[in-house]
T-cell receptor, first 114, second 108 residues
């Protein structure tokens, strides 16, 4: 299995809703990432987990809450989002020491906040 | 000025043409990545380079560490190659710095 699987592919939520995005990989990668991508812009790093511990938080608002329950699974919990949070949310994974290894990206969750 | 600059930003060509996309970076890096993203879709990793040249099918990527420059070439381009091509560099552990992307359109 050489894929990163993200669910759901599309999500529409209200500003008072609570929802979660899920990301799964079975490649033995011990680093997992959340990126946010607005239209026609490059991805922006949000969070990095390394060995299931949060290693990087790029000053993301607390309405986004990441969770890494095990080495294969990464969640992003969403609460009280704003319309400007509408974007493509991409998950990626890699070996922890990335100098000699590439990244594998998921196909993303297209989030719309109404 | 962005740490990773790509050119051109947009490129339209006819099927069969030889395509070159350039990437220059201003920071020390451990590796450079070329990524492909189709409209509305996820990202596919095409190459990771730390030196020299790599080839996969019709795609060729080169890097010149001294000049801090990389190129992605597509030979015999095809409409299915239409996508956004993104150059990204490893800056420190686990941090990718992305270029703005090159939007490639190949017309039949």
């Amino acid at each position: 299995d050489t894929e990163v699987t993200q669910t759901p592919k599309h999500l529409v939520m209200g500003m008072t809703n609570k929802k979660s995005l899920k990301c799964e990989q079975h490649m033995g990668h011990r680093a997992m990432y959340w990126y946010k991508q607005k239209a026609k812009k490059p991805p922006e790093l949000m969070f990095v987990y390394s060995y299931e511990k949060l290693s990087i938080n790029e000053s993301v608002p607390s309405r986004f809450s990441p969770e890494c329950p095990n080495s294969s699974l990464l969640n992003l919990h969403l609460h009280a989002l704003q319309p400007e949070d509408s974007a493509l949310y991409l998950c990626a994974s890699s070996q922890v020491y990335t100098e000699n290894y590439g990244y594998t990206f998921g196909s993303g969750t297209r989030l719309t906040v109404v | 000025k962005n740490e990773v600059e790509q050119s051109p930003q947009n490129l339209t060509a006819q099927e069969g043409e030889f395509i070159t996309i350039n990437c220059s970076y201003s920071v020390g890096i451990s590796a450079l990545h070329w990524l492909q993203q189709h409209p509305g879709g996820g990202i596919v990793s095409l190459f990771m380079l730390s030196s020299g040249k790599k080839k996969h099918g019709r795609l060729i990527a080169t890097i010149n560490i001294q000049e801090k420059h990389s190129s992605l070439h597509i030979t015999a381009s095809h409409p299915r190659d239409s996508a956004v091509y993104i150059c990204a560099v490893n800056k420190g552990a686990q941090k990718l710095v992305f270029g703005q992307g090159t939007r490639l359109t190949i017309n039949p």
